[in-house]
């Protein structure tokens, strides 16, 4: 698993969607653009200089968090970087050993395996956080599926992760 989310990046041929979504976050001259299935949205939020949206489509996830103050007291990018993968990696439903970090043209990537119990039975889901900073903005595009993956989910997350931009406006 640990290297599971790489090798579907550089292997897989991205699917196209028919629908973008575009994530404007509130007082910013930028937005993010991913191509993506349609999604159901179950929040979109702001208040003050944060914003947060969750949609859904099936067993995929699609989350944005954009704020400040996560990880207060880092004066670089790395820094930050390194402050946001400790929240993401000492998460209880993250399986240790999946970890993998990687960067992208967003920013950086952290892939890995999420393990949680429901009703008592084990569910697990493939994850991705990129984490990238834009205008003084802390932020965090979260992508998870339950697995079993399909070929087409594989296609789906891939193209989710290699179309995921931010635009001018």
């Not at 979109?44 to 489509?57: F, L």
């Not at 399986?95 to 008592?120: A, D, F, I, K």
């Not at 802390?138 to 992508?143: A, D, I």
């Amino acid at each position: 698993m640990r290297t599971l989310l790489t090798l579907l990046i550089s292997l897989v041929s991205p699917a196209v969607f028919a629908d973008a979504l575009t994530l404007h976050v509130p007082g910013e001259h930028w937005s993010l653009l991913l191509e993506s299935p349609p999604l159901k949205t179950v929040k979109d939020d702001a208040s003050g200089r944060a914003y947060q949206y969750w949609g859904t489509a099936g067993r995929l996830n699609v989350s944005l968090q954009s704020d400040n103050g996560q990880c207060p007291g880092t004066d670089t990018d790395s820094e930050w970087h390194k402050c946001m993968l400790d929240r993401v990696v000492n998460s209880p439903i993250v399986v240790s050993p999946s970890v993998e970090v990687t960067n992208t043209s967003l920013g950086q990537m952290v892939s890995y395996l999420g393990r949680v119990t429901v009703g008592g039975k084990t569910v697990e889901s493939v994850n991705v956080n990129i984490l990238f900073m834009k205008n003084e903005k802390e932020c965090n595009l979260h992508m998870s599926m339950l697995l079993p993956l399909t070929e087409d989910d594989k296609a789906m997350f891939v193209t989710l992760v290699n179309s995921s931009r931010v635009v001018e406006k």
